[in-house]
């Protein structure tokens, strides 16, 4: 009988573990409680009715929907979402962020999407009119004369790179996501105020915004002129009392009827912090529209609504400047009194009004994903190359401090962090190109790849020492550790994006049920309600048990087709991704509609989102590019450190529920448990010494990290003059060790000047 029990219950946590139908395992758990425990007649009466109510849905939705929903409502459970919020959490699409928050993530889809490629033209105008441009560049003067100089202004226009995303039959370049990040990525590497000035045209502004919403009479007018840059661009949405709350914008714009019987909008506004602001031609405005009158017929509170402004038009005021950190990009203060445009302004005309916030959330979410993994990565790969050949160039203590420990930890950081954030980048890019737009994934995109970069700059310049400290034009690093809080703040500040955006809107837009639920009870409607809650209640028993199993077999229960490597890595992700979902089905069942104020909570939460993708991404890599023996060690030293931020965050969910009994059972039992059966620790010591390796090194690996990047040739430029530098200093590497031994062994004197010695 023991064997027989046995084998039943092998069987219930089979058909859990995979997730069936509770139609499939509930008379399977009723065998094994018949057949494990004498449980009495009273029992039966109430577990098989129980059971009959749980399976019909039309008995279930009745006498235990219905009631419940009543309860959630008068108890006041329900999670408030506005619309401005139901507009955040529609704009894009699910992409991989959906594995994650399933429990069960398909790692044979998620291997198989697409790793990008450049196309030859875009290879080609990277090569060519990119290169151009960064050799016309010098960030030394560019700092010195406040601005970028007239030719490279002129040659940006020539040469369309403010046309990047416009389509060819616009008169842009029509670029690919891919290309388009590529060439960000190599002017960052050169000049991160070269990098802002071409991306701001190229991301959320006039162009993007009427590539997916203007008229054909406003495509037709403005996409050449702004492709050409006989039309410069900016985008104001900012002001002051509205940073990171843009919803509560009071630029307000008012229907009227001028003399002549024509329908215009007056508008009054004040923006702050608009990159291109004090030059640009054509602004991108965000303000508030109203028809007092309701001459529209559509009522008083149209919305937030986006038009396009001329900056020539009588009472737009533009000129000043604000000084962001010293980074002489334009940036500025914007302001508008009784500015009159007509209805044909607003982005789309008629149908355009009150979609501007649908038309931000769609479009920033693809920006995130683009523009600022691009500026960071370039700027990270600069990092990279300049520490490590500084690092084997510069002596001390008789020796170059490439060699010493402290700065392996250094360098190994850099090099690992440059594989996962450029993993990462194409991983994204190419969902993009696919038409997809993950605005979950961008977020944790954005919020990454600036941090990253500010940490990897400071890496580096700690072992440059004093000579990233001094400014001068050979310092290769100080401009970049100016502009790493711009990236931080824009586009979303970055404490917000950890906290609100990650999880929060992961939380709602990938779950598979929990917005349907929340649609559902707001609309009242029951049956849908039942639904979803019963699939929810056996996601979440699937989960829970996933994660027991999982937790137990130490992901050894998921079987990976992966080369041995990556399957280690992918076992412990989906055990990750298992403990994620079931435990956001706890926190949001015991904190219901609070969760979104435990921001301690929810930016644990994204942290553990995040690490699962940035990890994922560099798997994907790593399989795209071949499984190279060379590059198992990013594999192994990103695998550790994601999985140990992930592990350290689940350790401090679970230390901080509350106070409550059920916190306190989290804090003193699942958390030691979770402790004892860790997913990571830490990467080991001696991946520093390889990884190092990498950017000391000169090489194929070396310039493979970095690829992308642009490298002067001329060795009287600053990088040019480094890498020469590094070239000699490594050449000369075993002449030098070989006169060391010789003077150790006391053949040769220290101090005697060997042409003295010849005389
Ligand atoms: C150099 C530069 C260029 C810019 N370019 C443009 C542009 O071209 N167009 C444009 O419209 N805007 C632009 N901005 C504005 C930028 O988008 C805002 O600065 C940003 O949205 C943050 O707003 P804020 O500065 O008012 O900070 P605040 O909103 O006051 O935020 C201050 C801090 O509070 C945090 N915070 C806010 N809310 C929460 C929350 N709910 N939970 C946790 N933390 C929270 C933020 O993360 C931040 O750390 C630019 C800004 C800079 C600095």
Redesign the pocket.
């Given at each position: 009988m023991e064997y027989i029990i046995f084998i039943l219950v092998v069987v219930l946590l089979s058909l859990w573990f995979v997730g069936v139908k509770a139609m499939v395992w509930m008379p399977l758990l009723a065998l094994v409680l018949f057949f494990s425990f004498d449980l009495g007649l009273i029992f039966w009466m109430f577990y098989i009715p129980l059971n009959i109510l749980i399976l019909l849905p039309s008995l279930r939705q009745d006498l235990l929907s219905r009631p419940l929903v009543g309860l959630i409502n008068k108890l006041g459970l329900m999670p408030r979402i506005s619309d401005t919020e139901k507009t955040a959490l529609r704009a894009g699409t699910i992409w991989v962020d959906g594995e994650f928050f399933s429990g069960k993530p398909n790692f044979d889809a998620i291997f198989k999407e697409v790793y990008p490629h450049l196309s030859e033209e875009e290879q080609d105008f990277l090569d060519n009119e990119t290169d151009t441009v960064c050799e016309m560049t010098n960030d030394w003067d560019v700092f010195k004369q406040r601005d970028l100089s007239a030719e490279v202004w002129q040659y940006l226009k020539d040469e369309k790179f403010f046309g990047m995303i416009i389509p060819k039959s616009y008169g842009g370049v029509g670029f690919s996501a891919l290309g388009h990040s590529a060439v960000i990525q190599k002017m960052a590497s050169r000049s991160q105020v070269l990098a802002i000035t071409t991306m701001?045209p190229n991301s959320l502004g006039p162009a993007e915004l009427l590539l997916h919403y203007g008229t054909q009479s406003q495509k037709d007018y403005y996409l050449p002129r702004l492709a050409d840059g006989r039309d410069i661009p900016?985008?104001?949405?900012?002001e002051p009392l509205?940073?990171?709350?843009?919803t509560s914008i009071s630029s307000s714009g008012e229907i009227f009827k001028d003399k002549s019987g024509n329908i215009k909008i007056r508008l009054q506004f004040e923006?702050r912090?608009?990159?291109?602001?004090a030059i640009a031609t054509v602004i991108g405005l965000?303000f508030v529209l109203k028809d007092p009158e309701n001459i529209l017929g559509k009522g008083e509170d149209l919305g937030i609504t986006c038009a396009l402004v001329t900056s020539n038009k009588r009472g737009v005021k533009q000129g000043r400047q604000?000084d962001?950190l010293g980074v002489p990009f334009i940036?500025s203060p914007l302001s508008g009194k009784n500015v009159v445009i007509g209805l044909d302004d607003i982005i789309g005309a008629e149908e355009g009004i009150g979609q501007g916030w649908l038309m931000l959330m769609e479009s920033l979410a693809v920006g995130r994903g683009i523009s600022l993994p691009s500026t960071s990565t370039g700027g990270v790969k600069l990092g990279a190359r300049v520490a490590g050949a500084y690092a084997q160039v510069r002596e001390q203590f008789g020796i170059s401090i490439a060699k010493f420990e402290g700065i392996e930890i250094e360098l190994a950081k850099i090099a690992g962090f440059t594989y996962m954030l450029d993993a990462s980048r194409k991983f994204t890019i190419g969902a993009i190109d696919a038409g997809k737009k993950p605005a979950v994934i961008n977020a944790v995109m954005k919020y990454h790849s600036t941090e990253k970069f500010r940490e990897v700059i400071n890496h580096a310049m700690d072992i440059q020492g004093g000579a990233a400290i001094s400014l001068g034009e050979r310092n290769l690093l100080a401009h970049a550790y100016f502009g790493a809080p711009?990236a931080i703040?824009?586009?979303?500040?970055?404490?917000?994006?950890r906290?609100?955006i990650q999880f929060g809107q992961g939380v709602i837009r990938c779950h598979p049920y929990a917005y349907k639920e929340i649609e559902a009870l707001e609309k009242g409607d029951i049956k849908a309600f039942d639904e979803y809650f019963f699939k929810h209640l056996g996601f979440t028993l699937r989960n829970m048990v996933r994660m027991t199993l999982l937790s137990l077999s130490r992901g050894y229960l998921h079987l990976s087709s992966r080369s041995s490597l990556t399957a280690k890595y992918e076992r412990k992700l989906v055990w990750a991704s298992a403990s994620f979902a079931f435990l956001t089905d706890f926190v949001m069942a015991y904190y219901g509609g609070s969760l979104k104020q435990k921001?301690k909570i929810t930016a644990r939460f994204g942290d553990i989102l995040s690490w699962m993708y940035l990890l994922s991404a560099t798997l994907k890599r790593y399989e795209s590019e071949g499984k190279r023996a060379e590059d198992r060690i990013y594999v192994q030293w990103i695998g550790d450190y994601a999985l140990n931020e992930i592990q350290e965050a689940f350790e401090q969910i679970c230390l901080n529920i509350d106070n409550s009994i059920i916190g306190k059972f989290f804090a003193y039992s699942v958390y030691w448990y979770v402790r004892l059966n860790s997913m990571g620790k830490k990467p080991k010591d001696v991946y520093s010494k390889s990884l190092a390796k990498k950017l000391t090194v000169p090489g194929q690996e070396r310039d493979s990290l970095t690829e992308g990047i642009y490298i002067p040739h001329r060795t009287t430029e600053s990088l040019g003059r480094l890498e020469e530098a590094f070239l000699f200093s490594t050449q000369a590497d075993s002449i030098i060790s070989k006169v060391k031994q010789e003077i150790h062994s006391g053949r040769l004197q220290k101090g005697v000047s060997l042409y003295e010695d010849a005389l």
């Open positions: 701001v900016c985008f104001a949405l900012t509205a940073g990171s709350d843009a923006k912090y608009i990159t291109l602001g965000a604000h962001p940036n711009v703040t824009v586009e979303g500040a970055n404490i917000m994006t906290t609100l921001e």
